[in-house]
DNA sequence: GTCTATACGCCGATAGAC
DNA sequence: GTCTATCGGCGTATAGAC
């Protein structure tokens, strides 16, 4: 199975370029700015029809797409669980991937940052409700129980915690911080860590 | 000037109902899945063809709630500004304005948190780049010289602070967290405030 | 200034030849 | 399995009667 510049691992063997060109147009442009036709094109040796060899229709193209990008995720979540032991560690690993992704594979991070999914994958669960983000709750939820991260709702530690690395990131793929994401990815741990750990002297 | 549940103050006279329906629309639904008709529908009494004898197009509506929603917002922050001396208690101000417009205008909030105005407005500025969200980076920009906020980026400082804000208010947009924002206000203004703020210990 | 009817274009989706 | 041609529908937008 090969390794795109995006990072994008799909199950099967076939449509790799279509869920990338589309991938590049939804994240551009937005999901409904973006036509068959676009995505054909951008997707070169490839007419429309052929398109529809490959996929029912245009939902169902957003739709391999969102399942894939947290198909992967997932399996990163995994792997950094298995590697690490404390919550801290793990929730690093996340913030880590989370930075690398943002310079190597923007187009997935501003898909999963900023793309209102539900608005065309009405059907689809919720980013919280996936396998990937339920367990980095669970993984929250292990660090309050281990004493490492403060007594406050769960949810709660989620909504600050990954607010400070998400916004940071989103200003970073919209260029309004104009450095590279791993410019902040150090100073930004830290401090959202601070905000849910329970040494920290702060609260 | 009448005062209407959503909080939103038009300059003119005209056509607040239909805003109104069509900010609680898109919202909901979404830009590009609301439908003229739908609009049209929502704002009883009014037919198709007379939505064209106030807005010319589609991207006109959009438009005039989007100027109207960040009208309201800059003169808020004027107002917050006047009252308020110090970068803590303008960004305080801010930060009761933005839960209270979470419980009590949602739609509103939702349209200035999750909506991707340039999407379908592209002409218009992204929302740092328009007077209100200036004069709020303003205000962090003076707690660091007056040394109340730490001497870090002022836009990295705005993704800390409202990135945590942010992020809390749209979990209860979305009744992820099941009450009122008001519920969370005061733990959460400590927490952001305290990311940024130099007295804090933490850091 | 409200309703009826209708034009027009775009895009999603198909059929069928080769 | 790629290309040509085309359908059908929806949604924006207009014209015209009253």
């Not at 690398?100 to 919280?128: C, S």
């Not at 004493?147 to 940071?168: C, K, P, V």
């Not at 970073?172 to 860590?193: C, E, F, P, R």
Request: glycine share 2%; charged share 20%.
């Amino acid at each position: 199975m090969e390794q795109e510049k995006e990072t994008l691992r799909i199950k099967s063997d076939i449509p790799n370029e279509i869920l990338l060109a589309a991938l590049k147009l939804f994240a551009k442009k937005g999901y409904f700015n973006t036509s068959l036709t676009d995505i054909a094109n951008a997707a070169e040796l490839t007419t429309l029809t052929s398109l529809y060899q490959h996929f029912p229709n245009k939902q169902a193209i957003a739709s391999r797409l969102y399942e894939s990008i947290l198909d992967n995720l997932n399996i990163s979540v995994d792997d950094i669980r298995r590697r690490n032991q404390k919550a801290s560690e793990q929730l690093h690993g996340i913030v880590d991937l989370f930075f690398k992704l943002t310079d190597d594979a923007p187009y997935i991070m501003q898909f999963l940052l900023t793309t209102n999914t539900n608005e065309f994958l009405p059907t689809q669960k919720p980013l919280l409700e996936t396998p990937a983000f339920s367990k980095i709750i669970k993984i929250i939820q292990s660090g309050i129980k281990s004493g490492e991260i403060r007594n406050i709702d769960s949810l709660l530690a989620y909504s600050y915690f990954f607010g400070i690395i998400n916004a940071t990131l989103n200003m970073v793929l919209t260029g309004t911080l104009d450095k590279n994401a791993s410019a902040y990815q150090s100073q930004t741990w830290l401090i959202a860590w601070n905000v849910i750990a329970k040494k920290s002297s702060c609260f």
